[in-house]
């Protein structure tokens, strides 16, 4: 099992940058494709970033495409979400997650296994 923390997250203005941190305990974190997921109020929980288990290949919801970056260092344990010219709607709970194998699309959130509390990000306008 690995278990996941976010931080990073916080209030910031339309246009400004954060980067967003997801710390995993646990011995094969280097085994697992991991994704990013975010959750505005009253809405589902939905996609937005995916990376696999060695960083060789990344995929963004469309709406995010080119202002996201998602990356990982398996020698710390640790995923991150760099997220540039922000919008006011992004402003959701983002949450990390570990994809599970043999699993569905990594854009489901029915395919991943564990998550992390969230952290929240704020875009003012």
């Known amino acids: 099992q690995v278990q996941l923390v976010e931080s990073g997250g916080g209030l910031v203005q339309a246009g400004g940058s954060l980067r967003l941190s997801c710390a995993a305990a646990?011995?094969?974190?280097?085994?697992?494709?991991m994704g990013w997921f975010r959750q505005a109020p009253g809405k589902e929980r939905e996609f937005v970033s995916f990376?696999?288990?060695?960083?060789?290949?990344?995929y963004y919801e469309d709406s995010v495409k080119g202002r996201f970056t998602i990356s990982r260092d398996n020698a710390k344990n640790t995923l991150y979400l760099q997220m540039n010219t922000l919008k006011p709607e992004d402003t959701a709970v983002y949450y990390c997650?570990?994809?599970?194998?043999?699993?569905?699309?990594?854009?489901?959130?029915?395919?991943?296994?564990?998550w992390g509390q969230g952290t929240q990000v704020t875009v003012s306008s």
């Open positions: 997650a570990v994809k599970r194998d043999y699993s569905g699309s990594y854009t489901l959130v029915g395919s991943f296994g564990s």
């Open positions: 646990g011995r094969t974190f280097r085994s697992y494709g």
């Open positions: 990376i696999t288990s060695s960083g060789a290949y990344t």
